[in-house]
């Protein structure tokens, strides 16, 4: 049986990705102006980043119009279980609650009460299941 090799994005590459997977295809001019709100880009900088990506088969290009239309090729899913995995492993020690100490803790992105209900609800959940 194949195993499909994973291919890591870079920082840059994800916030592409972010985009492809809210809008599910875009071209590049679209990437560029949803980047443009919140950081500095240049036109051909999001050109090259996504032609490089395309080569990595992080996404799929349709060239078969004038303007090229990219999609992520990459399950979104797929890569955040993946990238936690890697961060757990090689911040935390290899320790999910280590990571969820940190995440919940006095940091910049507390957790809303709605969030903290889904939590407790997914504590539970995983007690019963035992």
Do not use: C
């Amino acid at each position: 049986m194949a195993t499909t090799k994973y291919i890591k994005p870079t920082e840059s590459e994800l916030e592409i990705l972010q985009i492809l997977w809210t809008k599910n295809f875009a071209t590049v001019r679209d990437v560029h102006e949803e980047l443009t709100k919140t950081k500095e880009a240049g036109y051909t900088t999001t050109l090259k980043l996504m032609q490089i990506m395309h080569e990595k088969g992080l996404v799929k290009r349709d060239d078969s119009m004038r303007t090229h239309v990219y999609q992520p090729a990459v399950n979104k899913e797929r890569t955040q279980k993946h990238m936690l995995n890697k961060m757990i492993d090689t911040l935390f020690g290899g320790s999910p609650t280590q990571l969820v100490i940190q995440a919940l803790g006095d940091g910049e992105h507390r957790a809303t009460d709605e969030e903290l209900e889904k939590i407790q609800q997914m504590l539970d959940n995983l007690k019963n299941n035992k």
